[in-house]
């Protein structure tokens, strides 16, 4: 079993729909050839007693063209049916099929379902052999012929003498000028026949009716020892047909039935994880219910020569299983090319893309199980075309009702074409953050924080104001500091620059936007403000850098001799130390020197001292693991800065007199 697994789930996956494909093929080809619906296995053609069997092309350019095609062919076929009767052929049972087909060629069937139209026929073809071996014979002499309709020189629509049964002229279609028997034949000449049907054929023949003796009769692969062995309680009619037929049929249907059903549960058993290959495998049960209806089911029907209401009913159900898994093929076929195109390498998975192009997939299989369902429908003969036009009338009410789904729809569409976020991007939407999971026909699912899964409408969605911030090419520091108001001038004036000198230092800080300000006296502290960019895009790292930076800042403030300031009204009993007095005394000597020098960065350093720092803090942290050992023989930029100034100021010291 895992072997059969591993061969269905592979490419062999597609070496097995081809041949179920191929057998697909042949058997609708095959289903179009005249069926010998009244043969059974018998002599050949050639043996002795067999008739010639050419036949002679009809005519309807006139009203007698028309008659005199019908009493000739219908004379042929009752001939070869009455010879079938006493000695089957193959060949005579595809003799009486297209002579059957001749008859049905002389009816005007367009009132008639298409799924229906060769039952109804072959039906209405016995019904009239029944009328005309019952009335009197029409003299051809007396119906009008083509030069009489050109002198208009007799009606256009002849009646048969004594019946309900007329010949009429075709008004529009592709047989158009034609002259047939009217539509109205299918339902008249039944009506008709059943106030005759007491009168005896003319001929005599050895049965009562063409129409009963239709229905007894069986095509060539229904053996004449089972026409034989059927008990005679079920020779009776059900549904104007054998009650051994109609059990015979619902068999055949029970038993695809059952091997539906195990195919569907092996399909299942094996079904693949990829998309693409499940999809193939899915194709499977569409492609061999389309194989059975139209190979074995239909072989079956035939040769058992259904009539009346079970062929109706068996023709009724052939059809919907027909269109109904050439719409499920169909739904699987567009979806299968758009996963084949999904799996190309410039197309993730589940990107974006991924799910827009599912997305149009599904739009089109739905476009296509409809139009196949419609034509389905105008085959059963359903007012396909008044069921359309009702849509005009009640548009607006279907309008209205699917406006939601409509919006969604369009709301999925405006997402895919602007593009504010993808899948796996990370965002902020209506005051909510999450990262974006799946773009569908109506929704859009978010994975929140707190990893439950928040699904928002398409249309919502698309109308909010989205914060991408999978799409910033750097992440903002923004931050307050506070410190105590017993910070001296010059102490503030070295932290403000010890802390801008850090962020120029940094190597993941951005030195262009570096912006560290005195920005005002809050309630309890000295506040600067720091906003700068970390060159980073993904949210861990820069949780990490922010981290750095603000411990640096606390190395920078304490290292000045001053404080934070503590947001409370705390009272504390108790002596105070009070400040670093020589820490206060270097920072201040530090900015006296830096103002005498005229190297006071305020209000900014200069671009010399800029080019000078960047880059020459640690980054990682000298004994982090990261670091390695690149930085361990580096100096500082801060240590360089104050060795330059060091080495400035005693050189101008030496140079001084005295």
Not at 118 to 130: I, N, P, S
Not at 347 to 356: L, P
Not at 613 to 632: C, F, K, Q
Request: aromatic share 8%; hydrophobic share 45%.
């Amino acid at each position: 079993m895992d072997d059969f697994e591993r061969l269905i789930k592979g490419t062999a996956l597609r070496r097995l729909l081809m041949p179920l494909a191929l057998i697909l093929i042949v058997a609708t080809l095959g289903a179009g050839a005249p069926a010998a619906s009244m043969a059974e296995p018998g002599d050949k053609a050639g043996a002795p007693g067999t008739r010639d069997l050419s036949f002679q092309s009809i005519r309807t350019d006139s009203p007698r063209d028309t008659l005199e095609s019908f009493l000739r062919t219908s004379g042929e076929l009752s001939d070869a049916i009455l010879q079938y009767r006493s000695k089957k052929s193959v060949e005579l049972a595809q003799h009486i099929a297209v002579l059957s087909g001749q008859v049905v060629a002389l009816i005007d069937m367009s009132a008639v379902p298409s799924a229906s139209r060769r039952e109804r026929g072959a039906e209405t073809a016995m019904v009239l052999l029944d009328v005309f071996g019952r009335i009197e014979p029409p003299v051809l002499e007396e119906v009008p012929d083509v030069k009489a309709i050109a002198n208009d020189e007799g009606p256009v629509v002849w009646h048969v003498p004594n019946t309900l049964i007329k010949i009429a002229p075709i008004e529009e279609g592709p047989r158009k000028g034609e002259f047939l028997f009217g539509a109205d034949t299918v339902r008249a000449a039944p009506r008709f026949f059943r106030g005759i049907e007491d009168r005896p054929l003319t001929p005599r023949m050895p049965f009562d009716t063409w129409t009963d003796m239709s229905r007894q009769i069986t095509g060539p692969l229904i053996p004449a020892w089972l026409v034989q062995a059927v008990p005679k309680p079920l020779m009776s009619t059900w549904l104007d047909t054998p009650a051994w037929k109609v059990l015979l049929m619902i068999s055949v249907y029970a038993v695809a039935l059952l091997l539906a059903i195990l195919l569907h549960r092996l399909l299942r058993r094996i079904e693949p994880a990829d998309r693409l290959n499940r999809l193939l495998l899915r194709m499977v049960m569409p492609i061999a219910v389309l194989a059975a209806v139209t190979w074995p089911i239909l072989t079956i029907s035939r040769n058992l020569n259904l009539s009346g209401s079970a062929a109706y009913i068996d023709e009724f159900t052939q059809t919907i299983l027909i269109y109904v898994a050439w719409a499920w093929l169909s739904w699987l076929f567009v979806r299968a090319v758009f996963e084949a195109v999904i799996r190309s390498p410039q197309i993730s998975d589940e990107s974006y893309d991924a799910n827009m192009l599912r997305l149009v997939s599904s739009i089109l299989g739905v476009i296509g199980i409809i139009l196949i369902l419609g034509v389905g429908g105008h085959e059963l003969g359903l007012p396909v075309m008044s069921i359309l036009a009702g849509f005009g009338i009640g548009g607006l009410a279907v309008a209205l009702a699917i406006r939601p789904t409509l919006e969604n729809l369009i709301g999925g569409f405006t997402l895919y074409f602007d593009k504010p976020v993808r899948v796996g991007d990370f965002c902020t939407f209506g005051g909510q953050t999450g990262t974006i999971e799946k773009i569908g026909i109506r929704s859009t699912q978010i994975r929140a924080m707190d990893r439950t899964l928040i699904s928002v409408p398409n249309a919502q969605f698309a109308d909010m104001q989205l914060v991408n911030w999978a799409r910033c090419d750097q992440m903002l520091i923004n931050e307050v500091i506070g410190v105590r108001y017993e910070t001296t001038p010059d102490q503030l004036r070295f932290v403000l620059a010890k802390i801008r000198e850090m962020l120029h230092s940094h190597p993941r800080i951005d030195p262009h936007t570096v912006r560290v300000r005195f920005a005002g006296y809050g309630d309890s502290s000295l506040n600067i403000d720091l906003r700068v960019y970390a060159r980073t895009r993904e949210w861990n790292d820069f949780f990490a850098i922010r981290e750095d930076v603000f411990l640096r800042i606390y190395d920078i403030v304490t290292g000045a001799g001053t404080s934070f300031a503590f947001p409370s009204r705390t009272l504390y009993l108790g002596r105070d130390d009070g400040l670093d007095e020589s820490a206060r005394h270097t920072a201040e000597q530090h900015v006296r020197e830096w103002r005498r020098s005229g190297r006071l960065p305020f209000p900014r350093f200069s671009e010399k001292q800029q080019e000078a720092l960047e880059g020459g803090l640690d980054y990682p942290p000298r004994g982090s693991y990261e670091a390695g050992g690149e930085h361990l023989e580096a100096a500082s930029g801060s240590e360089r800065l104050s060795k330059e100034v060091d080495e400035s100021d005693d050189k101008r010291d030496k140079q001084t007199p005295t």
